[in-house]
């Protein structure tokens, strides 16, 4: 396994101070946010100086019921080899529900939900874990969540569930331990004992990120900085074991070059102090994965022995795990009931969190609409939002806020409403298609109806 050493999550915003910050070994990048044949000129400088990427995807939904997407997965790979990356990274995660299986309008959550942790969901995500292996150039590692909610009737901890997961596919890990420390706060669970039960020689690298807590819920923002209970979960796995690599993540709020310095200082402290209390077993791991690096069909042979349902089983899965999340994300996105078994608060909260997260984004992704709706924008999107749910990404979710807008004769401010639609026309793609002579006829009804 490769040896990263200290990373950060790389930024547009903060690309200068990436490139001036001491020993930084590697970044991670969002692989829907570069265009391989465009990187952004801070990048390409750090590549071009030596520096490892690795690209992290976020929209594949390898945890949702449907097969994973083969333009995301070759999209995914394109990153991959333009990057000459050691590996790629994802979440377990559903992003999307609803469609054809069914039967019922498909939806995007916009971020991440947690799948729940049953025998049905883990067969599920198992199969389109060794669907996207076989599609991707490098090895593959997941990711573990941060979650607001907690799904009923679970059989297994994370704890297993990472594990099982890593023995059926032999997929690598990446261990977010903000996301350990969100799960202990929202959900009770125990970091350590989620650590104690996963196969420690799998974990590919670490995430490290700050949050913040508002009445009980542990946000995790990526926009305050690294707490100490953070940190303590970073020390308890690095008691365990040496991870290849630890990255710090920051998303948004950014603070000055000194202050990531700072935190990146605190985290290389965790891993050198874990290192001194134990120092033959640095040169243990290291010798485990370097044992480790076989060929991946070797890899495959040896999990391939591991029983798996069979295909008819996994189908049916699919079905079960498909009603359940398309439920729940309907509840979330667009107002309809709460599932049977779910806390109703904490639902309240998730939704309310995939709202102001789709504000924020869109506002970013369309500039030009805070600019245009001023203090109006976020009231006015959150309005929206309550029961619209994202259909087509973020680009297509703001010009259907300005459809919507505009619709309503909104903003009332003739000026305002004037330069949102001139945005609108110059965005909403080709001219119309010409309307059929059914519509034609319908339109000359209404005209002489109105006497023009």
């Known amino acids: ?74 999209a995914l790979a394109e990153r991959a080899e333009a990057l000459g990356s050691p590996l790629v990274t994802e979440h377990i995660a559903f992003v999307r529900a609803g469609g054809p299986r069914t039967a019922s309008p498909a939806a995007e959550a916009g971020h991440l939900l947690p799948v729940p942790r049953t025998r049905d969901a883990l067969d599920v995500l198992c199969e389109n874990v060794r669907i996207a292996q076989e599609s991707l150039p490098v090895p593959l590692a997941l990711e573990n969540i941060a979650a607001l909610i907690t799904w009923p009737d679970e059989e297994l901890t994370e704890g297993q569930f990472l594990a099982e997961l890593v023995e ?41 990120a700050g949050g913040i807590e508002r009445d009980g819920v542990w946000h995790d923002s990526h926009a305050h900085p690294v707490t100490r209970p953070v940190l303590d979960v970073l020390a308890e796995l690095c008691a365990r074991t040496a991870p290849p690599g630890v990255l710090l993540e920051r998303d948004d709020n950014f603070p000055a070059a000194s202050e990531l310095a700072a935190e990146l200082d605190a985290i290389r402290a965790v891993t050198a ?3 001194e209390a134990a120092p033959g077993r640095l040169a243990a791991a290291e010798g485990l994965r370097e044992g480790s690096e076989a060929p991946v069909a070797a890899v495959a042979a040896a999990v391939a022995a591991v029983a798996a349902p069979a295909p008819g089983a996994v189908e049916g899965a699919r079905g079960r795990i498909a009603l ?53 924008y976020r009231p006015a999107f959150l309005d929206y939002a309550l ?36 945005w609108w026309r110059e965005r ?23 006497g023009r």
């Not at 979330?332 to 997260?357: N, T, W």
């Not at 001219?431 to 109105?450: E, I, S």
């Open 1 to 74: 396994m490769v040896r990263l050493g200290t990373g950060i999550g790389w930024r547009p915003e903060i690309a200068d101070d990436i490139e001036r910050l001491p020993g930084i070994d590697w970044v991670e990048v969002v692989a829907e946010n570069v265009c391989p044949g465009h990187l952004p000129d801070g990048l390409r400088r750090l590549r071009e100086r030596g520096t490892t990427v690795v690209p992290h995807g976020v929209s594949l939904g390898l945890g949702g019921a449907e097969r994973p997407d083969a333009s995301r997965l070759a």
């Open 168 to 208: 059926r596919t032999g997929v690598r890990l990446l261990i977010d331990v903000a996301n350990l420390h969100t799960n202990r706060v929202n959900r009770g669970e125990d970091p350590a004992a989620a650590l104690d039960a996963l196969p420690t020689s799998a974990i590919a690298y670490v995430h490290v």
């Open 273 to 275: 102090k874990a290192a």
């Open 324 to 376: 359940a999340q398309a439920s729940l994300l309907s509840s979330l996105v667009a107002g309809a009931p709460a599932p049977e078994g779910f806390d109703r608060r904490r639902l309240g909260v998730q939704s309310r969190a995939l709202a102001a997260k789709r504000a924020d984004v869109v506002g970013k992704v369309a500039p030009e609409l805070p600019r245009i709706l001023g203090s109006g």
């Open 387 to 422: 029961d619209r749910p994202m259909t087509g990404g973020y680009r297509r979710d703001a010009l259907a806020f300005a459809e919507h807008l505009l619709a309503d004769q909104r903003p009332e401010d003739p000026a305002a409403r004037r330069q949102l639609t001139q």
């Open 428 to 450: 909403s793609g080709p001219a119309p298609v010409r309307p059929g002579p059914a519509a034609r006829l319908a339109r000359a009804a209404r005209l002489a109806l109105l």
